[in-house]
T-cell receptor, first 114, second 114 residues
Framework: DSGVTQTPKHLITATGQRVTLRCSPR?????VYWYQQSLDQGLQFLIQ???????AKGNILERFSAQQFPDLHSELNLSSLELGDSALYFC?????????????FGNGTRLTVT | DQQVKQNSPSLSVQEGRISILNCDYT??????FLWYKKYPAEGPTFLIS?????DKNEDGRFTVFLNKSAKHLSLHIVPSQPGDSAVYFC?????????????FGKGTKLSVKP
């Protein structure tokens, strides 16, 4: 158990809809990261928050947004969903910067857009 | 442009033998390299890491080798066990800015046959 909790585990929705994915980081971790894993793809970095502030941005679409709340949990909002947004979305947390403090991943949310 | 490449999508090894997983990278600014293991329906879990100032790091059955001149790293597992069957991701981190996150390869699926 990594200590990172993601909800829901599965989400099925229709194109054009909006969903919210939730992540609770490991106790004591200040950084939260969101990654997307599509079929046959590696993990693509979306965005990082550190202690409530956006720290780094990757290949995140404008239709996607995220935030980290004062209690350090984070939410990833996906809107105007398209079929291609179907993927596994992972949240990870770490104490510090990614390189010298390994990421601890949740078990992911599997999003299916129909 | 893929900065971290794992050119072998899969690898099959006999139990007790050595497993060698390879990873190439293009960005000479990467200062930390990590290996993650992922079982189905779970998030990736951290396995072992190496700083760019070292050429070898060992942890039990797992050893990571780094060849900076060739921009190549490898993970050796010896002896391989059936429980090692999983997808292995190579990841790299560069200091600061938008690279303050992990860049993952697409993974290599290791199958260890009894």
């Amino acid at each position: 158990d990594s200590g990172v909790t993601q909800t829901p585990k599965h989400l099925i929705t229709a194109t054009g809809q909006r969903v919210t994915l939730r992540c609770s980081p490991r106790s004591g971790d200040l950084s939260v990261y969101w990654y997307q894993q599509s079929l046959d793809q590696g993990l693509q970095f979306l965005i990082q928050y550190y202690n409530g502030e956006e720290r780094a941005k990757g290949n995140i679409l404008e239709r996607f947004s995220a935030q980290q709340f004062p209690d350090l949990h984070s939410e990833l909002n996906l809107s105007s969903l398209e079929l291609g947004d179907s993927a596994l979305y992972f949240c990870a947390s770490s104490v510090g910067r990614a390189g010298n403090s390994p990421l601890h991943f949740g078990n992911g949310t599997r999003l299916t857009v129909t | 442009d893929q900065q971290v490449k794992q050119n072998s999508p899969s690898l099959s090894v006999q139990e007790g033998r050595i497993s060698i997983l390879n990873c190439d990278y293009t960005n000479s600014m990467f200062d930390y390299f990590l290996w993650y293991k992922k079982y189905p329906a779970e998030g990736p879990t951290f396995l072992i890491s190496i700083s760019s100032i070292k050429d070898k790091n060992e942890d039990g059955r797992f050893t990571v080798f780094l060849n900076k001149s060739a921009k190549h790293l490898s993970l050796h597992i010896v002896p391989s066990q059936p429980g090692d069957s999983a997808v292995y991701f190579c990841a790299a981190s560069a200091p600061g800015g938008s690279q303050g996150n992990l860049i993952f390869g697409k993974g290599t699926k290791l199958s260890v046959k009894p």
